[in-house]
Structures are given as structure tokens and as C-alpha cells.
């Protein structure tokens, strides 16, 4: 089972709902790579939601795990708002990072000659992609 869609109120926390359902393939969610990625302040949110008699949703207690899932986080996904796609849920496996052109070190005895030091860089291009996009989902905020 995954997240099929958050419901939440920012207003009433308390009447914050979430419907859980299917919104990979099973086959995906059940990959030992399946997992949430969501920004800490997402994380919060989440694990505040209250099902219909105010109690806490099963399965959001505990950090680190949303509904038996691994969730991490990354401070670069985007903030809760409105149409902003800020959880992530999927077989991140899936997700593929290259290195372009490789590794490149520069040295230059110019750049802070008149200080006596010498400057280094190390310039490194990464590209990603989703391979298979099926495999990973995202929730949109609605409000």
C-alpha cells in the first residue's frame, strides 16, 4: 500500500485525513528500494494527521518509517503549498545518477597571487533521471 492522496487542513489539524491506497504498481511498492522522500517540514505535517475520531494515523509514529515504509528527507524537495509536488513515494531504485564528463581539478598560483596562496577547485556535473516513471509517484498539495 502506498499514498494515494493527503487530505490535509492546515486550519483543523485535527480533521486531517489521509486515504491510503495504490498509486504505484505493486510490484514497485513492495521493491525493498520503495521508500518516501519528503522535506522535514512535510514530515512534521505528516506525522501530525489525525484520522476521523481524532486519534493519530497508524503507521506515522514512528520517524524515520511512514506506513512501514523508509521515508527520508531532503531538504531540496519543495515545501507543502498549493500544486507543489513535495512527497515523494516510489521504488527509488529506479531513479538513475550519472557523472558527466567526469571529474575535473583545477589549480591556479594567479588567482591570489598578491596573498601568497594558491586557489583549488574541483568541478563535478551530475545529471539525473527517472527511468522507469511508474515506479515513483508524487503528491500534490491540494488546499
Known sequence: ??????AASVSRPAASTVKVGTCVAEPYAAA???????????????RKLR???GQPVAGLGTRGSILGYPSYLDPFMPAMANTAESIAFGEMAKY????????????????RFQDDLVASRCILRLDGALVDT???KTFVNTT
Do not use: K, W
Not at 32 to 46: C, G, K, Q, T
Open 1 to 6: 500500500m502506498a499514498i494515494a492522496t493527503f
Open 32 to 46: 525493498p528500494s520503495a521508500a518516501f522522500i519528503l522535506r522535514n517540514a512535510s514530515d512534521i505535517i505528516v
Open 51 to 53: 484520522d476521523t475520531t
Open 96 to 111: 538513475f545518477i550519472r557523472i558527466v564528463n567526469g571529474v575535473r581539478f583545477e589549480r591556479s598560483d594567479e588567482f
Open 134 to 136: 511508474g515506479a515513483v
